[in-house]
C-alpha cells in the first residue's frame, strides 16, 4: 500500500535526495563505531603498494558482505581522528585504479568527503553488493620476502567477527554470498512466476484490512511526532508511505533476537536498488534515533510490540532535521504467515497524493 502526500513545493528532488544520502554518511563521522558493513581507517599512501592491496581486500569483503563504507581518517584502534601526513588525496580516481588493477569482476564505487561535527574532513568509499558473481582478488599484492602483502590472487574475501577482512574458508561463510548471487538471477524469474500464477486475484480482504489498519495507526504516530516539531508544517503535508506484508507459504518466522539483524542484511543488500534518500531500513546505532521496541493499539497488533524507528526524535542540535522526518515500523510476524513493514519519509514526487497496493517479492527471505 502506497501513499504520497503533496501540498505546495518542496526542496527539488535532487537536492533532497543528496542532502538525505549525504546526512546518513555523516552519522559514520560523527558517532564512528566499526561493524561488518563499516571499515575505519586511518590515511592511504598512494605510493605504497601495499596500502592499495590492503584497501582492495577490504573492498572486495564489503562487496561480499553484502556492501558498505570505508571511513578514511579515524585511527584503526581508538576510533579517534587523526590528520593525514599525505598531501595525495583519495578520490574516486584512485579507489578505480585500485578495482581495476585487483578485482574482478570489476565494479564503480562512489567517494564522498563528509566533514565531520568536529571540523574534520574524512573521504568515504561507498561500497556496492555484489552482483551476480562474488567479487575476487584477480592478482597478488606485492612481496614482503616471501610473503603477499594485502591480498591473495583467486581468494575471496568476506568480513567476519572483528571486524576483519579474511579468505571466505567455509560453506557456512560462502552461504549468505551465494544467496545474494542467486537473488540477483533469479528475483525477476521468481516476480513473472509469481504474477502469472496469482493473476489478477486480488489479496484476501482480511489482509488487506490488515494492512490498512496498520498503514494507518502509522501515518497518525507519523503526524503526531511532526505536531510536535518546529519546522515540519510543509512535511507534514508532503511525504510518501509505503507499507506491505510478506506472505510466505513455508510459515517460516522471523525470531524477535534475530529481526535487527535481519533488517540490517536488508538494508545492506537492497542499499543499490532502492534510491530514496535514506537507505532502507537503515540501522541507526545513536542513542537517540537507534530503533526501539513500542506498542500501538491502533495498529491491529493488541499488545504485540514492534521496532519503530523515528529521527525526529533525535535531540542533537541539527539544522537538517526537518528534512529528515523518515519513520519505519516493522513487526516480527503476527501469525505464520505474515510481517507487516511500513516507511514514512520526505516525498520526492510531484503531484497529486497517490493510493494504491503493491506486492513485493523479495526472494531469500
Known amino acids: ?133 562474488p567479487i575476487c582478488a584477480k592478482v597478488n599484492g606485492p612481496m614482503d620476502g616471501k610473503k603477499i602483502q594485502g591480498i591473495v590472487q583467486g581468494q575471496y574475501y568476506l568480513r567476519k567477527t572483528g571486524p576483519e577482512s579474511a579468505s571466505i574458508l ?55 511526532e511532526i505536531s510536535n516539531r518546529d519546522g515540519c508544517e510543509e512535511v507534514a503535508q508532503s511525504h510518501w508511505q509505503l507499507s506491505y506484508s510478506i506472505d510466505r507459504s513455508d510459515e517460516q518466522q522471523l525470531s524477535r533476537q534475530n529481526l535487527l539483524q535481519t533488517l540490517r542484511e536488508i538494508n545492506s543488500e537492497v542499499r543499490d536498488l532502492v534510491k530514496t534518500g535514506w537507505s532502507m531500513f537503515y540501522i541507526f546505532d545513536v542513542p537517540e534515533i537507534r530503533p526501539s521496541w513500542h506498542t500501538d493499539a491502533a495498529s491491529g497488533l493488541e499488545e504485540n510490540d514492534f521496532l519503530e524507528c523515528t529521527l525526529l526524535r533525535d535531540t542533537r542540535d541539527r539544522d537538517f532535521r526537518p528534512l529528515f522526518p523518515d519513520l519505519w515500523r516493522e513487526t516480527q510476524p503476527s501469525s505464520a504467515t505474515i510481517g507487516k513493514m511500513v516507511l514514512i519519509g520526505i516525498s520526492p514526487w510531484d503531484g497529486k497524493a497517490e493510493r494504491g497496493s503493491v506486492r513485493i517479492c523479495l526472494p531469500g527471505l
Not at 87 to 112: G, H, M, N
Not at 175 to 203: F, K, T, W, Y
Open 1 to 133: 500500500m502506497i501513499e504520497r502526500h503533496r501540498a505546495g513545493r518542496l526542496l527539488a528532488d535532487e537536492k533532497v535526495s543528496r542532502v538525505m544520502a549525504f546526512a546518513e554518511l555523516q552519522e559514520l563521522v560523527d558517532t564512528p563505531n566499526e561493524t561488518l558493513g563499516v571499515e575505519y581507517k586511518s590515511w592511504l599512501d598512494l605510493n605504497s603498494h601495499e596500502a592499495r592491496a590492503d584497501i582492495a581486500r577490504h573492498i572486495a569483503a564489503i562487496a561480499n558482505h553484502g556492501g558498505g563504507c570505508i571511513v578514511f581518517g579515524f585511527d584503526d584502534t581508538t576510533l579517534q581522528y587523526v590528520p593525514s601526513p599525505y598531501a595525495d588525496k583519495i578520490d574516486r580516481d584512485v579507489i578505480s585504479s585500485i578495482v581495476k588493477k585487483y578485482l574482478e569482476p570489476t565494479f564503480q564505487c562512489d567517494v564522498s568527503f563528509v566533514r565531520s561535527s568536529a571540523g574534520n574532513e574524512h573521504p568515504i568509499v561507498i561500497v556496492p553488493a555484489h552482483g551476480a558473481s
Open 170 to 224: 567455509t560453506a557456512a561463510e560462502w552461504a549468505p554470498v551465494i544467496r545474494r548471487c542467486a537473488m540477483h538471477e533469479r528475483a525477476s524469474i521468481l516476480g513473472a512466476l509469481d504474477a502469472a500464477l496469482r493473476g489478477a486475484q486480488p489479496a484476501p480482504s482480511n489482509t488487506q484490512d490488515a494492512i490498512r489498519r496498520w498503514h494507518d495507526a502509522a501515518h497518525v504516530a507519523f503526524l503526531k
